[in-house]
């Protein structure tokens, strides 16, 4: 504790990919490793329903930076819908259900091209159970007042959807999805194309960004691995450029380095590439995201200011 009963918080820049358990928000899992970690700052990208399991990126200290790009990445799901029955919230949280149908005696292959159907970019309402601002409002505090209000559809894009099992009443699929996509939605849809009702039995987000599901944690094992030995833990963190591996990349020699820094645009040998890329110091040191211009104009956008390790 610092002086005057303040909390002295220890420097702590890195990701970790947990793997959100059942039953907990998504900032209730952030607020835990962040006091097992001590970190002062923190962030986590792309909410779970407390339902939902899986990949929650969490970020602390300059890899906050990098939770914009985060949210806007990519995504991979394991979806169980349960056919039959519709939940108000969509998912097997929803306090009450709302309608239930008959289930239509419907093959694999049956099954696989109703969702094939829905490969491509389209349209998607969300959901009122959802986190969406409506007149400064959350969409979910309405709900649970009983209102509904009219929602602007979203673009959203599918670019993968496999059908791994349909039995009965249940039918399990992953989804490789955009931003924005809402898979309660999505289930919801593809139960009304096929004649019935359904809601998410169970959501388990596989991947984000790229990153992979065998590099997730438990939170078990951070909160053992923390107790042990909290330094090393934290030294093993991802370090944040992990979050862009889909930018190119720019590296400067000692003097450039110190000008981006400083927040300041330099002309470098790149003319005719153009977008964000990561940038880097001779030997490979991080230094942030820059913009290129088509004249190899490259101007600061995310300067990250990370400690230097010691080997």
Known sequence: MARGGRR???????????????????????????????????????SLDPSATGMLPLCFGEATKVCAYLLNADKTYRVTARLGSATSTGDADGSETIATAEVPDLSFNEWNEILQGFLGESMQIPPMYSALKKDGKRLYELARQGETVEREPRPIRIDQIQLLEATGTRIVFRVACSKGTYVRTLVEDLAFKAGTVAHTARLHRETVAGFRSEDMVDLATVEAQAEADRDAFKAGLL??????????????????????????????????????VRVYQAGQRFLGVGELSGDGALAPRRVFQLQEKTP
């Open 8 to 46: 002295r918080y220890d420097t702590v820049d890195g990701l970790l990919l947990l793997n959100k358990p059942p039953g907990m928000t998504s900032n209730r899992a952030l607020q835990t490793v962040r006091r097992l970690l001590n970190a002062k700052k923190a962030g986590h990208t792309g």
């Open 239 to 276: 370090p944040p450029d992990k979050a862009l591996a889909g930018m190119g990349t720019i590296e400067l020699d000692a003097v450039e380095g110190p000008k981006f820094s400083g927040g300041q645009a330099l002309q470098v040998a790149a003319e005719g590439q153009e977008g964000l």
